[in-house]
């Protein structure tokens, strides 16, 4: 949603000036980012065979809430606001901007007929600028489809920047400005682009940051989950949102398990979480090819569904070592002399 592994801080004992301690790798948040971009790459495979069963879709949920707990977490200690920015954007972008140009030549090439690639649509997704027709779940693709995250993961990095320029109260206004923007789109239920910024999946990165809040303090821990549930009852519009609850509480039942020493290492399921980014972004190619294949040969959903994944995951996890791992140890210095440690992917 991080060679470089997902880490996050040990829970203190209480807040206090100092540097934050040593961080260390939370496992299981890196299994929950493998299983979600297995999930979401399921999700697609189903849709372009026209299977008629889906799941996986609520991956993405998961990124979210990931997203909000890690951000909290690594900037506990105290992060300029720039640093965490920038940090941010060199994490994200490139390897984006790489995936992107990569299917606008395939677009050019003729490989995607029907591909719009119009200048600029073009130039708004390479800024993570929504651009284009909304539909129905406030959602407006980019060139590259699965960038519509990205959107959102970049104007929550934006709110998230400012407010670290706050000495205190930091997720309290996190909670007001994201939870006005929500709270503004239900009542005002607004059209067009302004929809998007509006979108009730912003709450999800509310509650993965109460989570971590959760987490930094122990002492505090079941009174910030009670507020939190109470909060997702009580929330207009949170019948339409229920999913926020389950992904948030699985997350929660994992670091529970995570803070008593109850997660193995399982290697091949580390893997696929440090690779989840690439997944992500570059399943998109494969899907191309198993609409095509489905197009010429009667292949079985089953088959064809099952072989998409394993494509995916093995040419996402190939990516991973041939482009954004090398990406990161072209950045590796300036991240590190800035002392924020940053998750893989958004």
């Given at each position: 949603m991080?060679?470089e592994?997902?880490?996050?801080?040990?829970?203190?004992?209480?807040r206090?000036?100092?540097?934050?301690?040593q961080r260390?790798?939370?496992?299981g948040?890196?299994?929950l980012r493998a299983i979600?971009?297995?999930?979401?790459?399921?999700?697609h495979?189903?849709?372009?065979?026209?299977a008629?069963?889906?799941f996986?879709a609520?991956?993405?949920?998961l990124f979210f809430?990931l997203?909000?707990?890690l951000?909290i977490?690594?900037?506990?200690g105290?992060a300029r606001p720039?640093?965490?920015?920038?940090d941010r954007?060199?994490r994200?972008?490139?390897l984006?901007?790489i995936a992107?140009?990569?299917?606008?030549?395939?677009g050019l090439?003729?490989?995607?007929?029907?591909?719009?690639?119009?200048p600029?649509?073009i130039?708004t997704?390479?800024?993570?600028?929504?651009?284009?027709e909304v539909?129905?779940r406030?959602?407006v693709?980019?060139?590259?489809?699965?960038?519509?995250?990205?959107?959102?993961?970049?104007?929550?990095?934006?709110v998230?920047?400012l407010?670290?320029?706050l000495?205190?109260y930091?997720?309290s206004a996190?909670?007001?400005v994201l939870?006005?923007?929500?709270?503004?789109?239900?009542?005002v239920?607004?059209?067009?682009?302004?929809?998007?910024?509006?979108?009730?999946?912003m709450l999800?990165?509310?509650?993965?940051?109460w989570?971590?809040i959760?987490w930094?303090?122990?002492?505090?821990r079941w009174?910030?989950m009670a507020?939190m549930?109470?909060?997702?009852?009580v929330?207009?519009?949170?019948?339409?949102?229920w999913?926020?609850t389950?992904v948030t509480l699985?997350?929660?039942a994992v670091?529970?398990?995570?803070a008593?020493?109850?997660?193995?290492?399982w290697r091949?399921?580390?893997?696929?979480?440090d690779?989840?980014y690439?997944?992500?972004?570059?399943?998109v190619?494969?899907?191309l090819?198993t609409?095509?294949l489905?197009?010429?040969f009667?292949v079985?959903?089953?088959i064809?569904v099952?072989a998409?994944?394993?494509?995916?995951l093995?040419?996402?996890?190939?990516?991973y070592?041939?482009i954004e791992?090398?990406l990161?140890?072209?950045?590796?210095?300036?991240?590190t002399?800035?002392?924020?440690t940053?998750?893989?992917?958004p």
């Open positions: 991080t060679t592994h997902q880490r996050a801080l040990e829970p203190p004992p209480a206090s000036s100092e540097p934050p301690p260390r790798r939370l496992l948040l890196q299994y979600a971009a297995i999930g979401v790459v399921v999700f495979a189903t849709g372009v065979v026209g008629p069963w889906r996986g609520h991956g993405v949920d809430v997203s909000g707990f951000m977490v690594i900037t506990d105290g720039w640093a965490f920015f920038s954007f060199l994200v972008a490139p984006y901007w992107t140009a990569s299917l606008i030549l395939v090439a003729g490989l995607s007929p029907g591909m719009p690639l119009d600029v649509r130039a997704s390479f800024a993570f600028i929504p651009y284009g539909n129905a406030h959602i693709l980019p060139v590259l489809p699965v960038g519509w995250t990205l959107n959102m993961e970049m104007l929550f990095y934006t998230f920047a407010v670290l320029f000495p205190r930091r997720m996190l909670t007001c939870g006005g923007l929500v709270l503004a789109g239900l009542l239920r607004p059209t067009g682009l302004a929809a998007v910024w509006v979108n009730p999946l999800e990165f509310l509650a993965g940051g989570l971590a959760a930094l303090r122990p002492d505090q009174r910030i507020f549930l109470l909060a997702f009852v929330w207009p519009g949170g019948a339409v949102e999913i926020g389950p699985i997350v929660a670091l529970f398990l995570e008593r020493g109850w997660v193995p290492t091949p399921l580390l893997l696929l979480g690779a989840s690439s997944i992500y972004l570059w399943q190619f494969p899907l090819l609409s095509r489905g197009a010429r009667p079985p959903p089953g064809l099952a998409t994944v394993l494509v995916a093995g040419g996402g996890v190939m990516a070592f041939l791992r090398p990161l140890r072209f950045f590796h210095r300036r991240r002399q800035r002392g924020i940053v998750p893989a992917g």
